[in-house]
């Protein structure tokens, strides 16, 4: 695989401010003019503007290389490719919680030095939010936060290709990535199209209409090797309580049935779990091991238009890290 640092051996010297990787992987120099003896003739023909090997030569290396993601970016909110260049700062601010639908980092792929500090600003809007690593790595938030004017640092100190997500909208494209240095992974293949990667409006408002569900942060059952949730919670029997819940991979999920709101079952939207045939009385249970990262939503397939529907976010490992910086109010 391709890093960085080859490719800037093979484009040379060509950089600037503001470019935006994943675009060009050098400069396009301009072949418009020649900036010599304006001869008429020299200026109106094509043949002599098109001869010049060179940038023809650096096209053809780098115009197809980016940052290689590990394709964590292919369904992330606002993400088109680009990834914004802001190298040559101390402090670089990522806003947790915009877009459309308020499930996205702004900007989702940014390049950073190699020392730089990233601050992540919550908004307030989309329900709480926290800022974790995809896989191992070491950013991590904390619990879930919605207030505005929160904050969280991490200070990146080797180069690399950092994913990271809001564990409650994982399933929902809430996703980013952090470029750090000259020396990472990069790759040729094409980003997949902007209509196969958008699954805001088939997921984002999952839980909207679900009972119990008022737009507020996730229960945190992380450390728990078993989390309990009723089954025919809520005034009329046709919830799940909690609703919307985040474990540590491992975690087994029992789901209880209370006896209220007639028969019932639980069915994973994706089909990764099904209890069956739906159930009456107060003796059911199912149980879940869940072992991969993600969210997970599920319902009661008799009651999912009333409103019976939860969600199951999975958290990956947490690596502990003395270059992060808790998730503080602004100004404290």
């Not at 695989?1 to 600037?16: D, P």
């Not at 919830?239 to 474990?247: K, Q, W």
């Not at 491992?250 to 639980?266: F, Q």
């Amino acid at each position: 695989m391709a890093t960085r640092r080859s490719l800037l051996a093979r484009c040379g010297q060509a950089t600037a401010v503001g470019t935006l990787l994943g675009v060009a992987g050098c400069v396009e120099r301009s072949v418009s003019g020649s900036g010599g003896d304006p001869d008429p003739e020299t200026e109106t023909n094509p043949e002599t503007e098109t001869e010049e090997p060179a940038a023809t030569e650096s096209d053809d290396q780098s115009s197809d290389e980016r940052p290689d993601f590990g394709g964590h970016l292919d369904d992330a909110n606002g993400f088109d490719g680009t990834v914004v260049d802001r190298t040559g700062q101390e402090t670089v601010t990522v806003t947790v919680g915009v877009g459309e639908h308020t499930y996205a980092f702004d900007p989702p792929a940014v390049h950073v030095d190699n020392g730089t500090t990233v601050r992540w600003e919550w908004t307030g809007d989309g329900g709480a939010h926290n800022v974790v690593s995809a896989d191992d790595g070491p950013l991590d938030s904390g619990a879930v936060v919605g207030d505005s004017g929160v904050q969280y640092e991490f200070t990146f100190s080797e180069d690399g290709v950092y994913n990271y997500t809001c564990l409650p909208h994982r399933g929902v494209g809430m996703l980013g990535s952090v470029v750090v240095g000259t020396d990472y992974p990069t790759t040729d293949e094409p980003l997949p199209a902007e209509d196969d990667h958008d699954t805001t409006d088939e997921q984002g408002h999952y839980l909207d209409d679900a009972n119990g569900y008022d737009g507020g942060r996730p229960a945190d059952r992380r450390a728990q090797g078993v989390v309990t949730i009723d089954a025919g919670a809520g005034e009329d029997g046709f919830a799940f309580d909690p609703v919307d819940v985040v474990v540590d991979v491992g975690t087994t999920v029992r789901w209880e049935w209370t006896g209220d709101g007639g028969a019932h079952n639980v069915v994973a939207r994706d089909g990764t779990f099904d209890s069956g045939s739906p159930e009456a009385g107060d003796t059911a249970a199912f149980e879940y091991t869940f072992t991969d990262v993600g969210s997970h939503m599920y319902a009661c397939k008799p009651h999912e238009a009333l409103g019976m529907k939860g969600v199951i976010t999975v958290a990956p490992a947490r690596e502990a890290s003395d270059t992060a910086t808790t998730v503080t109010p602004d100004g404290e």
